[in-house]
């Protein structure tokens, strides 16, 4: 399979005090056949931010870990529960909250969407999104069969996300995992990229967020 090179900028990274700042980008997969991409996907942003992964179980299907850069450490439900046994123990699901300037989440399946727009939390990632501090951005790549995309269910919940404060990175219309042709795929890493990072240019990080 092609992938995708990533993209760079001549754009310095946001300062801080006069020190490059590189923002702290949590990337998330839940279960797509578009997660075989997610690889691609942490190799983009490795060069210029700070990159930490979650994947669902499902998207861990999809997911070779050794497409995921050496540096990127990989979160799963078992380190959600093997992290904490006792009061006082770190809750995974909130350090990562903590840490993260901005949380992506690609692709976002119409399972994983669904649960997201009606507030449940029954893994890590969804655990993180239902802990979100909505002062930080929080971007989301869909990736699903056109007639999952095309159902009514999938406007009433991207109405409610939107409603919550997530950023839409709209699907593209192209051949399926499935070999139905039409809208439902998961933009491509490159575009994910660039939109998080002319993003940020935009919308420089506040000091406060973890410097
Ligand atoms: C299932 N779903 C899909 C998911 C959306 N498809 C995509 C692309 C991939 C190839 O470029 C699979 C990543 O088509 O995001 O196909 C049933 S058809």
């Not at 989440?105 to 449940?120: D, E, F, Q, V």
């Not at 042709?181 to 993003?199: C, D, H, Q, V």
Request: overall charge neutral; glycine content about 6%; some cysteine.
């Amino acid at each position: 399979m092609a992938q995708a090179e990533p993209v760079t900028s001549s754009v310095e990274p946001v300062q801080i005090n006069g020190r490059p700042k590189r923002p702290k980008i949590l990337l998330a997969a839940s279960g797509s056949v578009a997660a075989i991409k997610f690889g691609n996907l942490c190799r983009c942003f490795c060069e210029w931010a700070e990159v930490k992964a979650v994947a669902s179980k499902s998207a861990m299907h999809f997911i070779d870990r050794r497409t995921i850069p050496d540096d990127v450490v990989l979160y799963t439900d078992d380190d959600e529960w093997s992290s904490w046994s006792r009061i006082g123990d770190t809750v995974l699901h909130i350090e990562l909250r903590r840490w993260a300037d901005i949380m992506v989440i690609a692709p976002l399946s119409a399972n994983t969407l669904g649960k997201i727009a009606g507030g449940l939390c029954d893994n890590l990632l969804t655990c993180i999104v239902r802990a979100w501090d909505y002062s930080k951005p929080l971007f989301v790549a869909p990736a699903m069969n056109t007639f999952m995309w095309k159902n009514p269910f999938t406007e009433k919940h991207l109405v409610s996300i939107d409603e919550l404060g997530i950023t839409l990175i709209p699907p593209v219309t192209k051949r399926l995992a499935c070999g139905d042709y039409g809208n439902g795929a998961m933009a491509e890493p490159s575009l994910i990229y660039k939109t998080i990072r002319l993003f940020l240019e935009a919308h420089p990080l506040p000091t406060s967020y973890n410097a």
